[in-house]
């Protein structure tokens, strides 16, 4: 095989990979909307109901306090807890605090709270069940979209 036949492999692997990538992104883009609020994991099966995969809705992080102001923070733990301070707050002291003010609601002078996660979609297989996926594409059974090609600039 030439250079060149190599290269145009990758020049279109690449334009594959970047469909594939975007339909992924829509189709999990497509269930997060059918799903709604739910979350959970829940088994893709086959025609002959053979696992194909886990499939998993979940939320990102659930928010926590965070220092967002430094000096507000530090003159907080100065006027509250005077022990914690060594010329910056300790790590482990912090951590302390930031626990506490989750529990108490009462947050420190310069804490925020983060923003939770998105919903995320992902897929899990074992080699089974992506041996029995890939089978099942080879004959033609999965529900799967032609792939079209974008040849637009980006």
Partial sequence: MSTNDILLRLAAIKAVKDTLTALDKATKDELLQQVRGR???????????TEA???????????????????AFLAW??????????????????????????????????????????RYVSVRQTPAQRAATVT???????????????AGAE
């Fill in 39 to 49: 979350m959970g994991a829940t088994t893709a099966a086959l025609t002959d109901d």
């Fill in 136 to 150: 099942a594409w080879q004959r033609g059974e999965l529900p799967l979209p032609a792939l079209q090609l974008e």
């Fill in 53 to 71: 995969a886990t499939v998993s809705v979940s939320l990102g992080k659930a928010p926590a306090p965070y220092v967002a102001d430094d000096r």
């Fill in 77 to 118: 733990v100065k006027a509250n807890r005077p022990d914690a301070i060594v010329e910056t707050v300790r790590t482990s002291d912090q951590d302390a605090i930031l626990k506490a003010a989750q529990a108490t609601g009462e947050w420190p002078d310069g804490v925020e709270l983060s923003h939770p996660g998105d």
